[in-house]
């Protein structure tokens, strides 16, 4: 379970203190595949860093007895002049499986596919390879909650298909808290929808009605 | 299929127990320190040569310009001897300066995993360019034995201190910097021009006896002459400083490093961006 007890955070601009939550209380139950839905600006990657442990609220805090992954975007902090293999293994050790590394970075290099290429600088990956490796890295770690910001579907036929089977595994097991576009694919992974407005939020517990309230607000 | 079998066990082990802050901080440092120590030498072809390369540079400059005279001013000390006590120092606190100041931005993007928190990038630097000077130091040191200069080191130790005392004047200064260097970009542009005539009043191929007595107390506000005189106090038997002492760099250390991770402290969570 994840709690977010009276969450406030603010950044300043020009025009004064602009406030992206005010007294935010949600409460995210284990295991729940969470939709993250609001217009652009309304806080989704803020409230995603922020149960990230990367970003920090203004006041209120969050509470949560579950391992929760690193927001797993596109291109996952990776280094160009360093191989796929050493970005790896960066990820790996700071999860303290240096125990581990050798099976661990087998298991990425085959699940991504790239064969050689794991072996030659990420910047000269194209972006689907890219992001063939970040899933691939995310796909290696075992974590109660994932935070996923588009990831889903990406690379070829053959990949989409690999990529969304271990997907399914993964949301079975685990929870998932996810930010997309692509409304279609949210109504097929969540069943329950946070919709930020107005710095606060409100749930969905059908992901259903949360779309259409979103959709609504669109109109 | 084989893949999500190996995937169960892989996982299967994961997660199950908890680190301790220092484990985790253990692991991180590590692991940042073997991505520095890839992307510091390993785009260069000399790789770790480069390390031994720059030091030699200065050092063949000024022993050429004064290592004649310079070696009748001071009896019993090699000039070479002494230049590569004031160089190497010099070389350890610029490069903390400009990597430690830069360890933030350049490592911006491993601030996504939780993990990772911008003092650890900063930790990493400092650790890694201390290492390589302090190799540094030693190889030279070997190597000025080897050919025949009489290197006698009188007191180890004090060498040590004094090398350590300065840098961590270079790690407060750094940090300092790095948080500054947030808000106010431009000073970047600056640092040059404030290093280079610091290079020339560190005391790295004088000693402050050689300078005019009316101008030693100005010189005598630079720590890193301190740190030149005090080591090589401790290096060399006939060596007698004309004003270094040890309060003031003491006193220099541990004022940057608290005003540093003051800083630091206030402002962390805004030098993170993603």
Known sequence: MIELRNLTKSYRTRNG????????NVTIPSKANVALLGRNGAGKSTLMRILGGIDYPDQGKVVSDVSISWPLALSGGFQGSLTGRENAKFVCRIYGKEA???????????????????????????????????????????????LVDEITAVGDQDF??????????MRERAGVVMVSHNLATLKQQCDMAILLENSTANVFEDIEEGIACYQGQLQ | MEYMASWRVLTESVMTTKRTSWEINKAVIFALLMREMRTRFGTYRLGYIWALLEPAMHIAVFALMFGYIMQRTMPGIDYTVFLVTGIIPWLLFNSILSRGMSAVSANNGLFGYRQVKPMDAFITRAILEWLIYCSTYVIFLCLAAWAGLGVEIEDPLGVVAALFLLFLFSCGLALTLCVVITQFPEIQKFLPVVLRPLYFMSGIFFTLEMVPHEYRGYLLWNPILHANELSRVAMFKTFETAGANWEYLIYCAILTLTFGMMLYRQNSIKLVRT
């Open chain 1, 100 to 146: 581990e590394l050798s099976s661990k970075l087998t298991f990425i290099k085959e699940f991504s596919g790239i064969e050689d290429y794991f072996e030659e600088p990420v910047k000269s990956y194209s972006s689907g390879m890219k992001a063939r490796v970040a899933f691939a890295l995310s796909m290696a770690f075992e974590f109660d909650v994932y």
């Open chain 1, 160 to 169: 989409k298909k690999k990529s969304q089977k271990a997907f399914d595994a």
């Open chain 1, 17 to 24: 203190r602009h406030y992206v939550f005010r007294d935010l």
